[in-house]
């Protein structure tokens, strides 16, 4: 790991987020200076799912070697950040460093994206970060070496990443967008940057949305914490840079990057938004395990083709599927199919004791998968999460995520009967 140097020793760092994941990560590393650390986010009370709260986050800077003031903030209310922001100059007498990190994500298509998520992911992105940054600017400016991050991504305006997430993609790059203008904006004055991971990083939300066995693809968020605190030990002429952490991180020096790795040695997921050209991407995906969104169709016939590995996996669901399944499932699925195996199936866990078969299902789908054949084999054989295929983009989901979960209990049931 990137050793601390002390530079960071009496700062006060305002971190949005800071409840668990890379904000807190980024903020045990500064308290290892002794820096301050206001730790502004929403979790006060222990989530059912997500461990941390800002109260002990609080704890383990403090633990760290830190001093740490929680506050209950949604970035979203111009009145709780403007309250967190007072407490933390009188509480440090000012403020250093500004952290964006808290963010939304919804992985969908626009038709798919129902308006309250939208305003989600723009109000917490793209707003919180501007006004977040617009109510800690004054105190920044008071300081002797100010800095801003942005957890966000350079602007890669290549339609791929857009097509199938447009809503997020803009979000997203709300905050890329506020990097650009403050850093110009304030130049001489404060240090404006943003940071993005090479990898997917292992926190307790990935392992929650991948499921089991996702974070072995990962690196932990010490990397992200480790480039962090090189970038804001710079100057404050060091600004409007667009930075990825391992190419960051060579820079400084770091050549061990298996130490980062949540399993030394495996392959790692990329992270969204880097892309040098689509097809040099496509390949570096698949070879990790992924199939890419942006993917051109397998040309194939559109008819659909009988027998194979599809039909295969039909006849396995049939011999397991039975009333208790079908109880603690309640949900019709359909499976638009392309690729080699083109064709519509369905899946019945509604009615009786279940069916399959080939077609529309005789009543209206609950949720509706569309993926390649291909990709719908390996998730029935416990080769791909279903979740982990809807946020690589090798699935589409129409209709309830619920029932899209509630799948992997089935697949189960298959991987026992040996599939």
Not at 7 to 34: E, V
Not at 81 to 93: E, L, P, R, S, Y
Not at 94 to 114: F, K, P, Q, R, W
Not at 142 to 169: C, D, E, G
Request: some cysteine; aromatic content about 6%; charged content about 20%.
């Amino acid at each position: 790991m990137l050793q601390n140097t002390g530079k960071l020793a009496g700062c006060t760092l305002f971190i949005t987020g800071a409840s668990r994941g890379i904000g807190k990560a980024i903020a045990l590393k500064a308290a290892r200076d002794g820096a301050n650390i206001v730790i502004a986010a929403k979790t006060a009370e222990p989530h059912p799912k997500l461990p941390g709260t800002i109260y002990t986050a609080a704890q383990e800077v403090e633990a760290a070697g830190g001093k740490a003031l929680p506050c209950v903030v949604d970035i979203r209310d111009e009145q709780q950040i403007g309250d967190a922001v007072q407490k933390a100059v009188d509480a440090f007498g000012g403020i250093d460093i500004l952290v964006n990190n808290a963010s939304a994500i919804s992985l969908t298509g626009t038709l798919e994206t129902h308006m309250k998520k939208v305003d989600l992911m723009l109000g917490i992105n793209l707003r919180g970060t501007y006004l977040t940054s617009k109510l800690v600017i004054p105190h920044l400016l008071k300081s002797r070496n100010p800095h801003i991050l942005n957890l966000s991504p350079p602007l890669n305006l290549n339609p791929v990443w857009f097509k199938n997430h447009t809503a997020y993609t803009m979000a997203k790059y709300g905050m890329s967008m506020c990097v650009l203008g403050m850093a110009e904006e304030f130049r001489g004055q404060i240090a404006v940057n943003a940071l993005w991971p090479r990898t997917a990083i292992q926190t307790a939300a990935m392992d929650m949305l991948g499921g089991e066995g996702v974070s072995k693809q990962c690196r932990k968020a010490d990397i992200i914490a480790d480039a962090a605190y090189a970038i804001l030990s710079r100057p404050k002429d060091y600004t409007g840079h667009f930075l990825v952490d391992e190419e960051f991180l060579r820079e400084q020096g770091v050549k061990d990057f298996d130490q980062y790795a949540v399993q030394p040695g495996h392959p790692l997921l990329p992270d969204f938004f880097l892309d040098e050209t689509p097809e040099s991407l496509v390949e570096k995906m698949e070879q990790h395990g992924a199939t890419p969104a942006f993917k051109p169709p397998s040309s194939s016939s559109a008819t659909p083709t009988s027998g194979g590995p599809v039909e295969t996996t039909f006849d396995v669901i049939k011999g397991v599927i039975n009333e208790d399944v079908v109880k603690s499932t309640q949900g019709i699925y359909q499976f638009d199919l392309s690729g080699e195996h083109t064709g519509v199936w369905f899946l019945d866990l509604k009615t009786g004791s279940g069916s399959v078969g080939q077609g529309e299902p005789p009543t209206k789908a609950d949720v509706v998968m569309k993926m390649d054949s291909s990709d719908f084999s390996k998730m029935f054989s416990g080769k791909l999460k279903p979740t982990m295929a809807f946020m690589s983009g090798k699935l589409k989901i129409k209709g309830d995520m619920t029932l899209a979960i509630k799948l992997e209990k089935l697949m189960n049931r298959m991987n026992k009967a040996k599939l």
